[in-house]
């Protein structure tokens, strides 16, 4: 169990006039140890973050081996499993941060988007430490979570910037102008990213989750092996298309099978990985340009693969950009990036009220 080693107990002051002191103070101040809370999918992760770009300790507890044997992510028995680690994973982030609560100074939560169950472990977990701690709450977009990862990955990253948000739900390229003021400039129009390599890893025989399975077959195979063109992914604006070459590879597999040939799947997945890679590359190169800002960076769980990160890297540099991304370890859904965002909502608004609840569809405040 969490104890606090505080000597007079804030449960004995009066929750909203304690907390709202003590945002003043961290706003002020602009120092924040911040213990952050991430459960909106299939991963159970708490992180001590200081100041935003520091971590002082990132745990995540992966259900995927549960979910594998259903194909997919089962929300019932997510939230479950939610319920059964958010006190150990918590526990064990403060512990490897060395820190008692009594040394953190807020709280910051996902509250969505995400799956209902799972975000609402990971919030009532958090509003009860806030109540008992008399800790400021603040919660965090999920998205708004993957952005920030790149915070931490380079200490020097400052809006505005370009950022590509590449994972399981989303495919979105965004004018990241200030640390809380994010346009979107284009999205997926059907597939996102991570689901279109899911999808085709599924059609590929590979096990859930596709993205790394069908990364490592790519290595094998030849990427210009087949053609996945997109011709709505030719055009100047930045919204983007991928079932297209979902289905296409589907096709390619159904052919083969009627006419009883043998066609090599790790051609397939290197010639899918290219052209899904190529089309992200750019379009982000498209943003930049359209925008005059002059770094791009990634997040979400597909900013993992090599490939992509390889080519947005070397076309960036070629155009005279900067580009960032986080390491492997701050791609996936975890806290760190959610204490990293969780911070500048510190510095920028005022802590969430008690009454908060799970927003399972909620978009960027400023989108
Ligand atoms: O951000 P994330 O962990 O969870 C969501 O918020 O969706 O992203 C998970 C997605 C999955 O679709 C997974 O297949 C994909 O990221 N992914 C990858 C790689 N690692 C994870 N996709 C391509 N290559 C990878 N190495
Ligand atoms: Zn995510």
């Known amino acids: 169990m969490i104890s606090s080693v505080r000597t007079e107990h804030p449960a004995q002051c009066p929750y909203d006039e304690v907390v709202a002191e003590r945002a003043a103070t961290l706003r002020e101040s602009g120092e ?8 909106s999918c299939d991963e159970t992760a708490a992180s001590v973050v200081k100041n935003g770009r520091q971590i002082l300790s990132n745990v995540v507890s992966s259900q995927i081996d549960t979910h594998r044997l259903y194909g997919g992510v089962v929300p019932e028995i997510a939230s479950r499993l939610h319920g059964e680690q958010i006190e150990i994973v918590v526990s064990e982030a403060l512990m490897q941060a060395d820190c008692a609560l ?17 975000l609402l472990v990971g919030l009532s977990y958090a509003k009860g430490l806030s109540f008992t701690e008399r800790l400021p709450l603040y919660l965090v977009q ?25 994972s399981g739900g989303h495919s979105h390229i965004y004018a990241v102008d200030d640390y809380q ?30 993205g790394p399975a069908l990364e ?94 390889q080519s947005l890297q070397s076309s960036a540099e070629a155009a005279g950009l900067r580009f960032v991304c986080p ?31 799970a927003q399972p569809g909620r978009r960027l405040a400023s989108q």
Do not use: W
């Open 181 to 210: 003021t994010i346009r979107l400039l284009g999205a997926t129009r059907d597939d996102a990213a991570g689901e279109a390599f899911d999808k085709a890893a599924r059609a590929l025989g590979l096990s859930y989750p596709g």
């Open 327 to 357: 390491p492997p370890s701050l791609c996936g859904d975890n806290a760190a990036m959610i204490g990293a965002a969780g911070y500048y909502a510190l510095l920028q608004s005022e802590p969430a009220t008690l009454s908060s609840n």
């Open 102 to 118: 009594s040394g953190i100074d807020a709280i910051a939560v996902t509250n969505g988007p995400g799956l209902v169950g799972c």
């Open 216 to 309: 490592a077959l790519a290595e094998k195979g030849n990427p210009q092996a087949f053609p996945f063109h997109s011709a709505f992914n030719d055009s100047a604006q930045l919204d983007l298309s991928f079932s297209g070459m979902k289905t296409a590879l589907l096709n390619h597999i159904h052919n083969a099978e009627q006419r009883q040939e043998t066609i090599s799947y790790a051609d397939l997945a290197a010639s899918f990985q290219s052209a899904l890679v190529q089309t992200l590359t750019k379009k982000c190169l498209l943003a930049c340009q359209q925008s005059g800002y002059s770094t791009l960076t990634l997040a979400g769980g597909v900013a993992a693969n090599k490939a992509l990160r």
């Open 32 to 39: 924040a140890v911040v213990l952050a809370i991430e459960s």
């Open 142 to 166: 999920h998205i708004e979570g993957h952005i920030a990862s790149n915070y931490i990955a380079d200490p020097n990253l400052k809006p505005p910037f370009i950022a590509l948000v590449a």
